[in-house]
């Protein structure tokens, strides 16, 4: 059987290799990293409400669970002649070379390695900014975050606070600033009562002229009053020229001072695509044709934030509209992809038409911790103009991360999980502590 090999097994590349080992069709999957777990969730880990420990998904137990190969290992090239992948020597704790690099064949091969955040070549922020891309990095944040209120608790003076910069209003920035309000005032229970409101500083920066930039104005307005009644300090129409150790340097030379910066403006998708030969953006991202082909490609895919897609043009979008990168775009494109795939492998000749791939926006949610969801709905009939909050909004948010858990675990093995993490609220402490 031609095998099918899907590089990243993130929110579209895990739910595509699922649904392609439940077929029952010859797929291996290859990831960096050891374990799973739902991009979106991130600002959580990095605050402490949510426990990577207890929420992630081992690759290889759940890739055994549905009868395919994983392999653990970061890709860096291909072979196209050969049709291989290049995966580069897996080292050990202390440098060692656990596994040396090497190769591995497809002749089906899909791209779904996400994007990261973009640095936009500013000055200063790979050195001094955290940022959200990895469970390692949420962990890394969080860590730094519990010894700035330690530190507060034990020796801090009086007026002393734990300020932390949050570099892009979009919604990673905004859902982080209401959840890092939330982490403090839960530290308050556990003999960390320095921190709380009125031990935490949050200063969100923004080049556009409103938070989530990208979504609708009603929405943004009513975050930015939320934002504002938790005491964030929102710098709006200001552009980042510099990061330094001690804070944010605004264009207009201004220092905004901070212990702690996240920098989360802007995705860019591996710089090592680029190099491939294959055709890419300005940020990385395959070109892909409707049916998620490589342009130029016969057996090469690319979903999720790695690929560039631009869907025919309307009257509504007469350049036609860039699909975005976001978890329900991948989620999307894996339930596309995997039919495509699916019907291919059963009837390899003479291949089906097929109908192009066509993104359906079911609406942006935004979730402010415990303070407010806010959500716009069915946008591609309302066109942002139809807005809930509140529990119906909350609800709606939580849906889209058990649509990504019951494509991959069945309903049986997702109740037991909501039922598991019902209880853990009641076992647990309400925030990770170390
Ligand atoms: C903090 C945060 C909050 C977000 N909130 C939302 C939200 O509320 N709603 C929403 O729709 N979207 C949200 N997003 C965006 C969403 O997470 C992404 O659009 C989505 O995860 C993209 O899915 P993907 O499969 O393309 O990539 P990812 O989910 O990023 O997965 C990529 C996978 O590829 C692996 N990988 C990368 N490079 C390599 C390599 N060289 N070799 C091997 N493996 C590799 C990675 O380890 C990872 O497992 C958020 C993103 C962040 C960071």
Known sequence: MQSIVIVGGGAGGLELATRLGRAKLNVTLIDRERTHLWKPL?????????DDGVDALSYRAH?????????????????????????????????????????????????????????????????????????AQ????????????????????????????????????????????????ML????????G????????????????????EVMSQRAQNVLEALGVELHLNTAVQQVQANGVMTKEGVLLPADLIVWAAGIQAPSFLARLGLPVNRINQLE???????????????????????????????AGRLVPPRAQAAHQMAKFLAQVLIERARHPSPVRAIKPFAYHDHGSLVSLADYQTLGSVMDDV?????????????????????????????????????????MNQWIRPSIKLY
């Open 42 to 50: 991130l600002h959580e880990v990095a605050t402490g409400t949510l």
């Open 63 to 135: 890739c055994a669970g549905v009868g395919i190969r994983f392999h653990l290992g970061q890709v860096n090239g291909m072979d196209r002649e050969r049709r291989e992948l290049l995966l580069a020597p897996m080292l050990g704790v202390h440098g060692e070379e656990v596994l040396h690099a090497r190769r591995v064949a497809y002749d089906t091969l899909v791209w779904a390695v996400g994007a990261h955040s973009n640095d936009f070549g500013i000055q200063g922020v790979r050195e001094h900014c955290h940022s959200l891309d990895s469970s």
């Open 288 to 318: 892909v044709e409707a049916d998620l082909r490589v342009k130029g490609e016969e057996a090469v895919y690319a979903l999720g934030d790695c690929a560039c897609l631009r869907e025919a043009p309307t009257a509504a979008t007469p």
């Open 197 to 216: 409101r009125k031990g935490l500083r949050v200063v969100l920066v923004e080049a556009a002229e409103r938070v989530l930039p990208a979504l609708p």
């Open 188 to 195: 308050t229970h556990y003999g960390v009562e320095r921190a």
């Open 138 to 185: 949420a962990q890394a944040f969080h860590l730094e975050l519990l010894n700035r209120f330690l530190h507060l608790q034990e020796e801090g003076h009086d007026d002393e606070r734990v300020t932390v910069a949050i570099v892009g209003a979009g919604a990673t920035g905004v859902e982080l600033a209401a959840e890092l309000f939330n982490a403090a005032e």
């Open 382 to 422: 309302m066109h942002g103009r139809f807005l809930i909050e509140g529990r119906m909004a909350r609800a709606a948010y939580l849906s889209l991360y058990r649509q990504h858990q019951l494509t991959l675990h069945g309903p049986w093995r997702t109740a037991l999980m909501m039922l598991a993490s019902g």
